[in-house]
């Protein structure tokens, strides 16, 4: 085996015992035998004290004065009563007041109030004028409200609805469809009151159906 | 009682001055285990104080006094990591907001000649269980025993950890 064959070999085993790795059997025979591979070792070593120096001088630094009192306070801080009052009741009631708006937001919104419900019709168009029309139109009678109840049907202020007692609807509606057509019923004139003979032509005015608006029920009323 | 019982059983006013002992001991050994982390004097302050004060709210729960060093290094090392991961994010967020240079090269470092700097970047770039060993053993004058005690690990694997790593820096600066 030449020499350079022979140094081959322990090449690798001059960086690990260079680095601190114990030297494997017949390793330090060679270096005895070989110049350069023992100058190569020397200087790998070397190296590598070279390295840890280099770290020891960067890793001896001291904190400052103010490190150890600051840390005696700042663990004085986390540990103290306040610090795990703070700890023990602040997230709970945090979460507390968290729930409890919550639950008001969810309740607010399930107790809305809806409209009441009538029968209605909505009218298709403005009516034709009629003279002085006599219907008064009774109010249905309005029961209290369930506290939890379908959503309230949506007013539309455009298309305004109609009230008529319970029981009328359809004489309501043929009224309707009479003043649509501009015609007069004769039931309709009996039931204005005026001679169904006498009667030559019929000035309808139009007449102002205002949208019924629903005001909500305060809750604080009994 | 024996005398762990006795330990365990502290008041606190017994566990105040044992952590004021404590402090006094290994104190600067939490600041340097921070700062071979950060490198950064200000920042390892903040971490090691930090890292004391999780100690001494915990040290009734230390069920083996005699590990209270290691143990602190654990959580310093742990913090100062989780530190400077968060710096890194931050820099990186700012880096591409400006949209600055790339980071030095570690042949741009050599040209500059810094070899601190080019050893910093070497030990940053070992895996950290040779990163943990190489850093303690070159901290307090350290032995293979002391830094087996401190990362509770057996001497013969803090030694061959510790010539691996030194093996790798070396190659790495070469």
Not at chain 1, 56 to 85: D, H, I, K, N
Not at chain 2, 56 to 61: A, I, S
Not at chain 2, 140 to 159: I, M, Q, S, Y
């Amino acid at each position: 085996m030449t020499r350079v064959a022979s140094c081959d070999r322990w090449r690798e085993a001059l960086s690990d015992v260079g680095a601190g790795a114990p030297p494997p059997p017949g390793f330090e025979r060679h270096l005895a035998e070989c110049g350069s591979c023992r100058d190569a070792f020397e200087t790998e070593r070397r190296f590598v004290r070279q390295i840890d120096a280099e770290l020891q001088a960067a890793l001896t630094v001291s904190p400052s004065p103010e490190f150890l009192p600051q840390a005696r306070r700042r663990a004085e801080e986390q540990a103290s009563p306040r610090g795990r009052w703070l700890l023990q009741w602040l997230v709970p009631v945090a979460v507390g007041v968290v729930m409890l708006v919550l639950g008001i937001q969810v309740g607010r919104r399930d107790g809305v109030a809806p409209a009441p419900r009538v029968a209605a019709v909505q009218t298709p168009s403005p009516p034709p004028p009629l003279e002085e029309p006599t219907f008064a139109v009774p109010v249905p009678e309005v029961t209290p409200m369930p506290r939890r109840a379908e959503p309230a049907p949506e007013v539309r202020p455009v298309e305004p609805e109609v009230l008529f007692p319970p029981g009328e609807e359809q004489l309501f509606l043929r009224f309707a469809r009479d003043m649509q057509e501009r015609r007069v019923d004769r039931l309709a004139l009996l039931a204005a009151g005026l001679d169904p003979g006498e009667v030559q032509g019929i000035d309808i005015p139009v007449v102002e159906v205002k949208p019924l608006v629903i005001e909500p029920i305060s809750r604080s009323e009994p | 009682m024996d005398t762990q019982s006795l330990v365990n059983h502290a008041q606190p006013a017994d566990l105040e001055d044992e952590f004021a002992q404590r402090l006094a001991d290994s104190g600067s050994l939490a600041f340097r285990v921070a700062y071979s982390v950060l490198r950064q004097r200000e920042d390892a302050e903040d971490v090691a104080q930090d890292a004391l004060a999780r100690a001494y709210r915990d040290l009734g729960k230390l069920r083996d006094r005699d590990r209270f060093r290691s143990w602190l290094v654990r959580i310093c090392w742990r913090l100062a990591l989780r530190h400077r991961r968060a710096a890194k994010r931050r820099e990186r967020r700012e880096q591409a907001a400006v949209d600055v240079a790339p980071p030095q090269s570690v042949e741009e470092m050599a040209q500059r000649n810094e070899f601190r700097q080019r050893l910093w970047y070497a030990i940053d770039s070992l895996p950290q269980k040779l990163r943990v060993v190489v850093v303690l053993a070159a901290m307090e004058g350290h032995g293979v025993g002391e830094v087996a005690g401190l990362l509770d690990l057996p001497p013969g694997t803090v030694k061959s950890r510790l010539h691996l790593a030194r093996r790798r820096l070396a190659e790495a600066l070469r």
